[in-house]
């Protein structure tokens, strides 16, 4: 009975002491000093190596410049076109360096490098795989298929010319086609089991980015397109728009002008999802804001119309307005915080040519 006694005492501190080791290595991980904020992504100068990322910490309303070149000791390449956040890593799309850098999200320690790429923009990811559109040469654009496993390429898929942002909508891959320096007026639906080309459609011209609302449907940007002669005179010039799918079969259900002479580049959504924003790029000055049930263009803009925004993205957790300066593209910028009335908040100095937010 003794004997019993004691091993059941020497069984039962055994578990206690187990059950105490798994809970301090629970407790006892630490956040990573980027775990809470938001990432910049810093174009840089054509031609140099001075693409960087900022860090925009939420806790203390402060930004970190050039956190990738300091973690790692050498500097990030030519052109940071956009960032994609996906299980706890950043791919940074460098469109002059043909590549894309990987680095994990907390530490922003480098991890990886996808190659055999020609002018990336943009990602998106499905089915354990990541799906990069680029220009390629000679205006055939194409949709690189990665292994995020390995970070191999597998498989390339062509699409329209310029092809710039892509999600994933309802189970496809949609990619809008940019355009590039021509002209292109459609979306390519790729099937991420297949990986094939199963529907094309047209929208507006140059399509340039999109957003889910709360119904599901798809509200597409469309840039426009102009067309200048050997002096920079405007030949031709076609309407930017606000085009709205069908998340279901993805066809037209709603198409609104938003200006023949205007033309905006990104469009972002509300945290609820039931506001569209759109403004950013050359010429096209303030961000607007339109209910996903309106039944015309705003007439006013919600942010600044005197500012031309290189970019801008919305906060999704309290749609604070986050707006992008890119001065000069040879200097640094600047990140303005607005609320989500359009008033401004507070302004940070970035890297040369910010163009994008990621928010964590």
């Known amino acids: 009975m003794k004997l019993n006694h004691t ?24 956040a990573g000093p980027f775990a809470n904020g938001a990432f910049i992504s810093n174009e840089g100068t054509f031609g140099q190596s ?38 706890g890593k950043v791919y940074m799309i460098l469109n002059l360096s043909d590549t894309v850098v990987i680095a994990n ?42 292994n995020l496993s390995t970070n191999n390429v597998v498989k390339t898929i062509g699409v329209g010319t310029g092809p710039e942002q892509a999600i994933v909508a309802n189970g496809s891959i949609l990619v809008c086609n940019g355009g590039g320096y021509t002209v292109d007026s459609t979306i390519t639906v790729i099937d991420p089991v297949t990986d094939e080309v199963v529907q094309t459609i047209k929208v507006g011209d140059n399509p340039k980015e999109m957003v889910i609302d709360k119904n599901n449907d798809i509200w597409v940007l469309c840039y426009g397109y102009i067309k200048y002669d050997g002096s920079f005179n405007i030949i031709l010039e076609t309407p930017s728009k606000l085009v709205r799918l069908s998340g279901e079969s993805f066809q037209k259900t709603g198409e609104f002008v938003i200006s023949a002479t205007k033309h905006p580049q990104h469009i972002d959504i509300s945290k609820d999802k039931s506001t569209i924003f759109y403004g950013g790029g050359f010429g096209y000055a303030g961000i607007f804001a339109m209910g996903i049930t309106a039944a015309a263009i705003p007439s006013v803009s919600l942010v600044d119309g005197s500012k031309f925004f290189y970019g801008f ?18 200097t640094p910028g600047f990140l303005r915080r607005y609320s989500s009335q359009g008033n401004v908040l507070k302004q940070y100095t970035v890297g040369v040519a910010p163009n994008g937010v990621t928010f964590r």
């Open 7 to 30: 091993i059941l005492i020497w069984v039962m501190f055994i578990i206690v002491l187990i059950s105490g080791c798994k809970k301090d290595e629970t407790v006892l991980i630490p």
């Open 313 to 330: 993205r919305i906060n999704p957790v309290n749609d604070e307005i986050f707006t992008l300066d890119a001065t000069d593209f040879s």
């Open 105 to 146: 999200a907390e530490n922003f320690i480098e991890t990886g490098i996808i190659t055999g790429l020609n002018s990336p923009r943009c990602m998106t990811s499905s089915n354990r795989k990541g799906y990069i559109t680029q220009w390629g040469s000679g205006g055939n654009g194409e949709v690189k298929v990665v």
């Open 50 to 87: 001075n693409a960087s990322v900022s860090f925009y910490s939420f806790a203390g309303d402060s930004v970190r410049n050039s956190i990738f070149a300091a973690v790692n000791n050498h500097p990030l390449g030519q052109l940071l076109q956009s960032m994609y956040l996906i299980n």
